[in-house]
């Protein structure tokens, strides 16, 4: 059985493997818990739904990283169905996070939220952003940004003038990057659709882009401190 409605917060979907119950990174965990509550309501009481007498569950929670006390919400929630049990939950691989090793996890603030047109959102140090932002809406920081999430809206690092900061992660649907008072507004087809990206402020003091691949290269000191790739 598989989810129809895309506005729905909880969506089963039939896998080789069992079924995967994806939890929508968009909606409030509020509404997850209620369209999930649904959910598991609908399939208890319809034995042709399941032909299993005991459905194991992979809870993908896309980008966003559930707390400890959302974990304990939803493992309560479908424990009260003795017919389901969760197998694992897990968010989106990190392969930013990943590729470049961040060694100073305590240094890097992780930040996974909806950030909505007419939102600014500043912070000071590092950030992993595993979220959205919406076309109009802006996350700053006075550090670097390692961005896993969905970017529609404005990402600034460097704050306020900043020039050695960087910006990594997947930039081809931004609306705008901006490093210290350096900024480029994207354009459709400017930049790859690849995660791999890196903006920063070249010798020229102008915003260049570059691959992960060249971060040696393009900051000496950020690619010795995480320890490279």
Sequence with gaps: MKGTNAMQAAVLRGTQN????????????????????????????????????????????????????????????????????????????????DAIQLRERENVHLLSKVIRNGQDVTMQGDVLFLGTIHE???????????????????????????????????????????????FDIIEPDQLADSSQTIAYVNDLHVLSYGKLSALKKINPKLYNRIGGI
């Design 18 to 97: 069992g079924y995967d119950l994806v939890l929508k990174q968009s909606a409030s965990m509020d509404q997850i818990l209620v369209d999930l509550r649904a959910l598991l309501e609908n399939l208890n009481v319809d034995p042709k739904a399941m032909e299993t007498t005991k459905v194991s569950l992979d809870v993908l929670t896309e980008d966003r990283i559930l707390t400890a006390d959302e974990k304990s919400q939803i493992e309560q929630l479908v424990g009260n169905y003795p017919r389901f049990e969760i197998h694992k939950i897990a968010a989106n691989v990190m392969t930013i996070a």
């Design 136 to 182: 109009g809406g802006k996350l700053c920081t006075t550090g670097n940004i390692f961005s896993m999430g969905d970017v529609s809206g404005i990402l600034q690092a460097g704050y306020p003038d900043d020039e050695s900061k960087l910006i990594m992660g997947n930039l081809a649907t931004a609306q705008q990057v901006r490093i210290a008072e350096q």
